[in-house]
């Protein structure tokens, strides 16, 4: 199994909602990524996890709070996002945390109206 | 500082050619290159590692020249399954914290 399952695929929420993303790897990969794509642009990395702990925030927004609850399981949960925030949410993982093959799930598109 | 890919846009008819490059202003640990087609995941193709390596992978392959910060990826024999957009992603420090260029968006027709 390679691969990256992300849910849902499709996101509606209004600016005031709470809602979150949900990214599932069952690979033994020990490091967990998210990116955020924004249409005809390149992937921006946002969060790193190594081994279940908070490696690397890249300077994102609080509204945006990352979760690792286990070495399979990576959420991302949204709270008072603006519409700029309307994106393709790509999570991917790694055998571990260094400079390897990076596997990624379809991503999220979400839109906040 | 994000990697600059060129050229932006290229069309090819089947079985031409085509050479992808990215270019850093900073020392790379490593170049990773990926291929997005629309409305899907990136897939990767390969990571180059310091040390000026080729790599291959059936009709594409890459090289990284570590002296000029510089990558390129090679496609030859084009098929229609090349078609996407190819991102080189950089690593500064082998934290796998990719950095991604601009992209290349290749159309291949018959």
């Known amino acids: 199994d390679t691969e990256v399952t992300q849910t849902p695929k499709h996101l509606v929420m209004g600016m005031t909602n709470k809602k979150s993303l949900k990214c599932e790897q069952h690979m033994g990969h020990r490091a967990m990524y998210w990116y955020k794509q924004k249409a005809k642009k390149p992937p921006e990395l946002m969060f790193v996890?190594?081994?279940?702990?908070?490696?690397i925030n890249e300077s994102v927004p609080s509204r945006f709070s990352p979760e690792c609850p286990n070495s399979s399981l990576l959420n991302l949960h949204l709270h008072a996002l603006q519409p700029e925030d309307s994106a393709l949410y790509l999570c991917?993982?790694?055998?571990?945390?260094?400079?390897?093959?990076?596997?990624f799930g379809q991503g999220t598109r979400l839109t906040v109206v | 500082q994000q990697p600059v890919q060129s050229p932006q846009a290229v069309i090819l008819r089947e079985g031409e050619d085509a050479v992808i490059n990215c270019s850093s202003s900073k020392a790379l640990y490593s170049v990773h290159w990926y291929r997005q087609k629309h409305g899907e995941a990136p897939v990767f193709l390969m990571i180059?590692?310091?040390?000026?390596e080729q790599k291959g992978h059936e009709k594409i392959s890459a090289s990284f020249n570590e002296k000029k910060q510089q990558s390129s990826l090679y496609l030859t024999a084009s098929q229609l399954s090349y078609s996407g957009t190819y991102f080189c992603?950089?690593?500064?420090?082998?934290?796998?914290?990719?950095?991604f260029g601009g992209g290349t968006r290749l159309m291949v027709k018959p």
């Open positions: 992603g950089t690593d500064l420090n082998a934290g796998n914290m990719l950095t």
């Open positions: 996890y190594s081994y279940e702990k908070l490696s």
């Open positions: 180059l590692l310091k040390g000026g």
């Open positions: 991917a993982s790694s055998q571990v945390w260094g400079s390897t093959e990076a596997f």
